[in-house]
């Protein structure tokens, strides 16, 4: 059996597991399996994010700064857009097929003595969120890693990362959502994701909301940690339009940075990237150490972070892009207006059924000229005619599409008619993730063909 079929084959195993979107406040589950394991996660350092929105983009831009310091590095990011792989970086790349399987067969029979120890105690299996977590941790340490970039699943505190001590706890703006799970509140919300501080680490935070910020002051006292706030501490000074991205000044914790170019588009890319500037002066050099000129060039320039104002097509122009509730739409319906220079959007929206979608439709409405409303390939998904059904309430034109190949179509020939006119594809990951492939398959770069 080839490598490839390998590691499908684990994720075939995976996806018979209760799904990422069950989750059960109990990370000692995980905690026994790594126990078992003689916890792999200690054998690194660990920079661990969280948030509601941002997290993903921060996490890739403090990965690329620190492997541009000469360290190996792993990332843990989810979910994917194409391939689960994705989830798993080792010095920027998907982890390697082989890699995947043989950590598989390392961890797969302690797997079932756990999965045996909760039958004899009536809780459920393990979920596949939770086994996806051990089989990140053992990958890096069999890589071997020096520092593991880890990014939250769920919350904070009983998310399966929370297995891992990180050296710095980081975190994106922190907004309503998941609110069945995580509270009803910012302040609740805030709580479960401070719990990923932990005893004498070093806290880089995003600005937050008055809420948010002092229950993160209180939790990081509590453990003795160190804790620095985007605008106190440090800051984004200023940002540019440049070529395929923007050029951005950042005063950090040890030093000033002025006009660093990074391949991201958004003022909010310029704030992720303070916040990561931030996040690595604390892991390297302990918050009063600068970061070299020629390192941090290097780290920012080969940023990438795939569905998030991400290029697929031109002639029309088509962005992905994988705002999911209303926090990340308003970034998104910002960054088209900051970064771009057209006059109508026509926005392909599909949207899970656990999310906020008329919050999206109205960040989103401001910029649409024209919707075209779709569903992801999931059963999760909100049915495309009530995402229409909110798209006309907010007086919107729409159109209904069976599925992202046929809504970008529409979409790009609806934009083809005008050079003024682009369109972007956004509401889910997985959505994005899709569309990403379409327009590979498609070859939109190549530019429209009637």
Same mark, same amino acid.
């Given at each position: 059996m080839s490598d490839r079929k390998r590691a499908d084959a684990v994720y075939?195993? !995976?996806? $018979?597991?209760?799904g990422e979107s069950w989750v059960q406040p109990r990370v000692e589950r995980t905690r026994r399996v790594l126990e078992l394991l003689a916890d792999p996660q200690r054998t690194y350092r660990v920079v @661990? =994010? %969280?948030?509601?929105?941002?997290? &993903? *983009? %921060?996490?890739?831009i403090i990965e690329s700064l620190i492997r541009a310091h000469g360290l190996r590095t792993g990332l843990f990011t989810s979910p994917h857009l194409e391939r689960f792989t994705e989830r798993i970086m080792i010095d920027g790349e998907p982890v390697d097929d082989a890699a995947v399987a043989d950590a598989w067969? $390392?961890? *797969?029979?302690? =797997?079932? !003595?756990v999965d045996a120890e909760l039958a004899a105690s009536g809780d459920a299996p393990l979920t596949f969120f939770e086994l996806l977590t051990v089989l990140a941790? =053992? +990958?890096c340490a069999d890589a071997p890693v020096d520092v593991l970039v880890l990014e939250v699943g769920m919350g904070g505190s009983w998310d399966s990362t929370n297995t891992a001590d990180g050296d710095v706890a980081v975190f994106a703006p922190i907004a309503l959502d998941h609110a069945d799970r995580l509270g009803g509140t910012i302040a609740e919300i805030a709580a479960v994701k401070a719990g990923i501080i932990k005893d004498g680490a070093a806290v880089v935070s995003a600005r937050q909301e008055a +809420? *948010? $910020?002092? =229950?993160l002051r209180a939790a990081a006292a509590a453990r003795g940690a160190s804790i620095a706030f985007e605008g106190a $501490?440090?800051? !984004? &000074? /200023?940002d540019k339009l440049a070529v395929g991205g923007q050029l951005i000044s950042v005063r950090g914790l040890a030093g000033e940075y002025p006009e660093q170019y990074l391949p991201l588009y958004g003022a909010h890319q310029g704030s992720n990237a303070a916040l990561a500037i931030a996040a690595v002066e604390s892991l390297i050099g302990g918050g009063s150490q600068p970061i070299t000129g020629d390192v941090l060039a290097e780290g920012l320039s080969e940023v990438r972070s795939p569905g998030r104002l991400q290029l697929v097509g031109i002639a029309p122009t088509v962005l992905v892009d994988a705002a999911h509730n209303p926090h990340g739409a308003h970034a998104l319906a910002s960054a088209l207006t900051e970064s771009f220079d057209f006059d109508e959007w026509g926005i392909v929206l599909g949207v899970l059924g656990d999310k906020d979608a008329e919050g999206i439709v109205a960040a989103l409405a401001p910029r649409?000229? @024209?919707?075209?409303?779709?569903?992801? /390939? *999931?059963e999760r998904a909100n049915d495309a005619d009530v995402i229409a059904d909110l798209a006309e309430a907010a007086g919107l034109p729409v159109t209904v599409h069976r599925d992202v190949a046929d809504a970008a179509a529409a979409a790009r020939e609806w934009a083809v008619a005008s050079d003024r006119r682009a369109v972007v594809i956004a509401g889910s990951v997985v959505l994005a993730g899709e569309a990403i492939a379409v327009a590979t398959d498609e070859n939109w770069k190549a530019g429209w063909e009637r």
């Amino acid at each position: 059996m080839s490598d490839r079929k390998r590691a499908d084959a684990v994720y075939a195993t !995976l996806l $018979e597991r209760q799904g990422e979107s069950w989750v059960q406040p109990r990370v000692e589950r995980t905690r026994r399996v790594l126990e078992l394991l003689a916890d792999p996660q200690r054998t690194y350092r660990v920079v @661990h =994010v %969280t948030g509601t929105n941002g997290k &993903t *983009s %921060t996490s890739r831009i403090i990965e690329s700064l620190i492997r541009a310091h000469g360290l190996r590095t792993g990332l843990f990011t989810s979910p994917h857009l194409e391939r689960f792989t994705e989830r798993i970086m080792i010095d920027g790349e998907p982890v390697d097929d082989a890699a995947v399987a043989d950590a598989w067969d $390392e961890i *797969s029979p302690f =797997v079932d !003595l756990v999965d045996a120890e909760l039958a004899a105690s009536g809780d459920a299996p393990l979920t596949f969120f939770e086994l996806l977590t051990v089989l990140a941790f =053992v +990958a890096c340490a069999d890589a071997p890693v020096d520092v593991l970039v880890l990014e939250v699943g769920m919350g904070g505190s009983w998310d399966s990362t929370n297995t891992a001590d990180g050296d710095v706890a980081v975190f994106a703006p922190i907004a309503l959502d998941h609110a069945d799970r995580l509270g009803g509140t910012i302040a609740e919300i805030a709580a479960v994701k401070a719990g990923i501080i932990k005893d004498g680490a070093a806290v880089v935070s995003a600005r937050q909301e008055a +809420a *948010s $910020e002092a =229950v993160l002051r209180a939790a990081a006292a509590a453990r003795g940690a160190s804790i620095a706030f985007e605008g106190a $501490e440090f800051a !984004l &000074t /200023d940002d540019k339009l440049a070529v395929g991205g923007q050029l951005i000044s950042v005063r950090g914790l040890a030093g000033e940075y002025p006009e660093q170019y990074l391949p991201l588009y958004g003022a909010h890319q310029g704030s992720n990237a303070a916040l990561a500037i931030a996040a690595v002066e604390s892991l390297i050099g302990g918050g009063s150490q600068p970061i070299t000129g020629d390192v941090l060039a290097e780290g920012l320039s080969e940023v990438r972070s795939p569905g998030r104002l991400q290029l697929v097509g031109i002639a029309p122009t088509v962005l992905v892009d994988a705002a999911h509730n209303p926090h990340g739409a308003h970034a998104l319906a910002s960054a088209l207006t900051e970064s771009f220079d057209f006059d109508e959007w026509g926005i392909v929206l599909g949207v899970l059924g656990d999310k906020d979608a008329e919050g999206i439709v109205a960040a989103l409405a401001p910029r649409a000229a @024209h919707v075209f409303a779709t569903a992801p /390939d *999931s059963e999760r998904a909100n049915d495309a005619d009530v995402i229409a059904d909110l798209a006309e309430a907010a007086g919107l034109p729409v159109t209904v599409h069976r599925d992202v190949a046929d809504a970008a179509a529409a979409a790009r020939e609806w934009a083809v008619a005008s050079d003024r006119r682009a369109v972007v594809i956004a509401g889910s990951v997985v959505l994005a993730g899709e569309a990403i492939a379409v327009a590979t398959d498609e070859n939109w770069k190549a530019g429209w063909e009637r």
